[in-house]
T-cell receptor, first 111, second 114 residues
Framework: SQQGEEDPQALSIQEGENATMNCSYK?????LQWYRQNSGRGLVHLIL?????REKHSGRLRVTLDTSKKSSSLLITASRAADTASYFC???????????FGAGTTVTVRA | NAGVTQTPKFQVLKTGQSMTLQCAQD?????MSWYRQDPGMGLRLIHY???????DQGEVPNGYNVSRSTTEDFPLRLLSAAPSQTSVYFC?????????????FGEGSRLTVL
């Protein structure tokens, strides 16, 4: 069964705006990751946040993790057309090699 | 480095046929895995391996076999294809010490079973 679920399922924004998507999960995790998938391509790793971290930045990406609420958010600032893609959260549990993905959020950035 | 290479990119099978999806990585990664991606369902783990000679089942292993005779290769075998196995298959690898870590994905193999 899927551990993580993203919200919203789809998001359409204007270039230059910020995009925020959320991920909720069910059981305790070791770390949480975010991936991007462009249409017809493989997934690309964006960022990993460990269970003892609360916030992490990478370029225009900001990820937060709230383990008490079992949720994470991904913020993309100053979006560009090239950010149009599907975004997935993935979680794994301690001593567990089974990385579990959510169904993803499809982001469309309009020029 | 080529990263993770999957072949073939596209394949059409008839029900009952067998085939092997190939996956190779040149990063000396211990961990390798196979996922299938279906619309609206994200990625589901089929099988994974934490090193040569070691394989284990994921979330949806039925109808698939794997082996890991070398660090580089992790083929996925469909023994008797069924229409329910129509999907896009992704192979992924990682350094994999203690847990999965950052996965590197191939470009996918799109399989249609008629």
């Amino acid at each position: 069964s899927q551990q993580g679920e993203e919200d919203p399922q789809a998001l359409s924004i204007q270039e230059g705006e910020n995009a925020t998507m959320n991920c909720s999960y069910k059981t305790s995790i070791n770390n949480l990751q975010w991936y991007r998938q462009n249409s017809g391509r493989g997934l690309v790793h964006l960022i990993l946040i460990r269970s003892n971290e609360r916030e992490k930045h990478s370029g225009r990406l900001r990820v937060t993790l709230d383990t008490s609420k079992k949720s994470s958010s991904l913020l993309i600032t100053a979006s560009r057309a090239a950010d149009t893609a599907s975004y997935f959260c993935a979680t794994d549990r301690s001593n567990d090699y089974k990385l579990s993905f959510g169904a993803g959020t499809t982001v469309t950035v309009r020029a | 480095n080529a990263g993770v290479t999957q072949t073939p990119k596209f394949q059409v099978l008839k029900t009952g046929q067998s085939m092997t999806l190939q996956c190779a990585q040149d990063m000396n990664h211990e961990y390798m895995s196979w996922y299938r991606q279906d619309p609206g369902m994200g990625l589901r783990l089929i099988h994974y391996s934490v090193g040569a000679g070691i394989t284990d089942q994921g979330e949806v292993p039925n109808g698939y076999n794997v082996s890991r005779s070398t660090t580089e290769d992790f083929p996925l075998r469909l023994l008797s294809a069924a229409p329910s196995q129509t999907s896009v298959y992704f192979c992924a690898s990682s350094v994999g010490t203690a847990n999965t870590g950052e996965l590197f994905f191939g470009e996918g193999s799109r399989l249609t079973v008629l």
